[in-house]
């Protein structure tokens, strides 16, 4: 007989699921309850399967999912969900959850995917494959972006920084007062050091490692919503990897005027 809990704030959701799976013959349901009790419930009851609301208004899915995966003998959770609570899908990866469930599966499915996670198998509901996928992806390349800046020196990163706010290298020898000769050999060995990249896969390289976050542009804007975005769009579609895009189009900045006085010295 295998043991199952349900865990969801709603009473309704934990009433249907214990009507769907106390109906068959080889699955006993032996505790259903909110979120705020489930550590302190299931620890009695002592499931083989748990299945655990990713959101709830009390205690987090995800807080409940770390908690029972430290107990001596955890329980297998999987995770309900719903398409408006993709964003938690790797997080609960990572914390161990062994597979995923939409709330509307299939009573069929769902008798099914008890079995499967009593056996020691792992699900992935296709509703929400794509989300799983997309986020394990995103996680690599946040990894791969941030162990390639970590070869950087300091004012290589700050220089990188600012390369991903999109100044031009007069600009960033201003920023941070140096010679355009100077900055010209950082932007260059900063290429270099990330596997001679252009600038703008510089800048989407930086906007990974979390070099953008919380920075703004020469207008006051956050740069992490502006072109890096936009550039980052148009590079994923080839891009199966953070640090080597496919070569992108140099972008083309207009030329640097410099002020010159009557006679054309500088």
Do not use: W
């Not at 704030?9 to 909110?34: F, M, N, T, Y």
């Not at 430290?70 to 161990?96: H, I, K, N, W």
């Not at 980052?232 to 010159?260: G, K």
């Amino acid at each position: 007989m295998i043991r199952v809990a349900v865990v969801d704030d709603e009473q309704l959701v934990r009433s249907g699921l214990r009507l769907i799976l106390g109906s068959a013959p080889d699955i006993d349901v032996v505790a259903d309850c909110s979120g705020a009790a489930a550590v302190e419930t299931l620890c009695a009851a002592a499931p083989d399967v748990v299945l655990l609301d990713i959101r709830m208004p009390d205690v987090d899915g995800l807080t409940v999912l770390r908690r029972l995966r430290a107990l001596p003998c955890p329980p297998t959770v999987a995770m309900l969900t719903t398409f408006d609570a993709q964003e938690y899908l790797s997080a609960a990866l990572r914390d161990g959850a062994a597979g995923f469930l939409l709330k509307d599966t299939d009573p069929e499915q769902l008798v099914r995917a008890v079995h499967t996670l009593a056996n020691g198998g792992r699900l992935l509901d296709p509703g929400v494959a794509g989300a799983v996928i997309d986020g394990y992806l995103a996680a690599e390349a946040e990894t791969t972006a941030s162990a390639a800046v970590a070869g950087l020196t300091p004012r290589e990163r700050e220089v990188l920084v600012l390369l991903g706010q999109g100044l031009a290298n007069p600009q960033i020898a201003d920023r941070l007062g140096l010679a355009l000769s100077t900055v010209k050999d950082h932007v260059r060995a900063v290429l270099a050091k990330l596997g001679g990249l252009n600038r703008v896969q510089a800048a989407i390289l930086a906007d990974r490692a979390g070099l953008l976050a919380g920075r703004a542009n020469s207008d006051g804007r956050e740069y992490a919503a502006d072109a890096v975005r936009a550039a980052a769009v148009r590079a994923d579609a080839a891009l199966p990897n953070a640090v080597r895009p496919e070569p992108l189009r140099p972008h083309r900045r207009p030329p640097h005027h410099t002020a010159t006085s009557p006679d054309g010295t500088p």
